[in-house]
T-cell receptor, first 113, second 113 residues
Framework: GAGVSQTPSNKVTEKGKYVELRCDPI?????LYWYRQSLGQGPEFLIY????????DSGLPNDRFFAVRPEGSVSTLKIQRTERGDSAVYLCASSRDRSTEAFFGQGTRLTVV | DQQVKQNSPSLSVQEGRISILNCDYT??????FLWYKKYPAEGPTFLIS?????DKNEDGRFTVFLNKSAKHLSLHIVPSQPGDSAVYFC????????????FGTGTSLTVIP
């Protein structure tokens, strides 16, 4: 596809379970970002990849959160032992490089019950 | 600490008139600014950007103005159309020192037909 694709679009999980959220960036984009957006707030930075490596993971809230991008394209955000406070829309974005605008996917709405 | 602020949570404008959305920032290292538009249940869509070497950038009905001394930017939409009704987010980054975009909390624009 032409845009950033995120799957699933909605995920409901029980507290304590493990979840994986997937992001397919725009082809050829080397930079990939994960953001989290709560109701009434702007997107908050989680992690940035340049190619395969996590160049900046300073936004990850704790060690339950982890993300990978093994081949420099698709990325997976992994959340262990989910908590109700993890409920939010998780947004992925990609850009040609760090100095250009980022294009967002439609997001994955995660609900932890 | 919110480094990018949008102090107006909502704005209503008559169709055909000008919409002015405002954004303030606190970090003097920010040198790249963007505006995104977001419809419900969709990810943010890139609208327009400006780098700190300019004070104005125009794209069709959308113009962004940057006042570096005041640490203020604004988005002008002329003429406003009902399809412009959405939440608008301002974002900023420091390309030389950081990897993330910092977002404001958004302004919900309603264009009244």
């Amino acid at each position: 596809g032409a845009g950033v694709s995120q799957t699933p679009s909605n995920k409901v999980t029980e507290k304590g379970k493990y979840v994986e959220l997937r992001c397919d960036p725009i082809s050829g984009h080397t930079a990939l970002y994960w953001y989290r957006q709560s109701l009434g707030q702007g997107p908050e930075f989680l992690i940035y990849f340049q190619g395969t490596g996590a160049a900046d993971d300073s936004g990850l809230p704790n060690d339950r959160f982890f993300a990978v991008r093994p081949e420099g394209s698709v990325s997976t955000l992994k959340i262990q032992r989910t908590e109700r406070g993890d409920s939010a829309v998780y947004l992925c974005a990609s850009s040609r490089d760090r100095s250009t605008e980022a294009f967002f996917g439609q997001g994955t709405r995660l609900t932890v019950v | 600490d919110q480094q990018v602020k949008q102090n107006s949570p909502s704005l209503s404008v008559q169709e055909g008139r000008i919409s002015i959305l405002n954004c303030d920032y606190t970090n003097s290292m920010f040198d790249y600014f963007l505006w995104y538009k977001k419809y419900p249940a969709e990810g943010p869509t890139f609208l327009i950007s400006i780098s700190s070497i300019k004070d104005k950038n125009e794209d069709g009905r959308f113009t962004v103005f940057l006042n570096k001394s005041a640490k203020h930017l604004s988005l002008h939409i002329v003429p406003s159309q009902p399809g412009d009704s959405a939440v608008y987010f301002c974002a900023a980054s420091a390309l030389n020192t950081g990897n993330q975009f910092y977002f404001g909390t958004g302004t919900s624009l309603t264009v009244i037909p």
